[in-house]
């Protein structure tokens, strides 16, 4: 089992690593362009300055297509080491479904707040939910979760 996770481990702490390198100089640059006047000591890395050319809407909405991206991304590593750890199908099906579950989860939060005029509390629980997400906070409860299936189904 440590073959799998320790590898897993360190592929999701590069992706976790990635994600937030992209989104705080997006949530920088998107900060500069919405206080042109603001003074800042901020320079965006040269390999991201194709996000110049983006407005701040442009930046603000693209956030929720890169959340997705890197949800997908987290699932896709969870999916693998899931594949490898056991050999019932029936746990990747599983585990997408509690990938989807937390992505409508999100949904009905944030709806929520647009709906009921409490956008604040709406967007910080649909932010919690996605941000389990983009964490290896799932594959750490799906990974027992299933070895404890196994072991109850095997006796």
Do not use: H
């Amino acid at each position: 089992m440590i073959r799998v996770l320790l590898p897993a481990a360190v592929v999701l702490l590069l992706l976790g690593y990635f994600r937030d390198y992209i989104f705080i100089n997006i949530n920088f640059l998107s900060g500069v362009k919405y206080y042109p006047n603001i003074e800042t000591d901020y320079k965006l890395p040269s390999q991201l300055s194709f996000l110049n050319s983006f407005t701040y809407e442009q930046l603000y909405y693209g956030k929720f297509f890169v959340t997705l991206l890197f949800s997908a991304a987290f699932l896709l590593v969870s999916i693998v080491v899931i594949k490898k750890l056991f050999t019932d199908s029936k746990y990747i099906k599983w585990t997408v479904y509690a990938y989807i579950s937390l992505v409508v989860l999100s949904g009905i939060f944030y709806s929520y707040g647009m709906l009921f005029d409490d956008f604040n509390t709406g967007y910080k629980l649909s932010r919690v939910f996605m941000g389990f997400l983009q964490s290896p906070f799932v594959l750490m409860v799906l990974v027992p979760a299933f070895k404890i299936a196994e072991k109850n189904n095997s006796q």
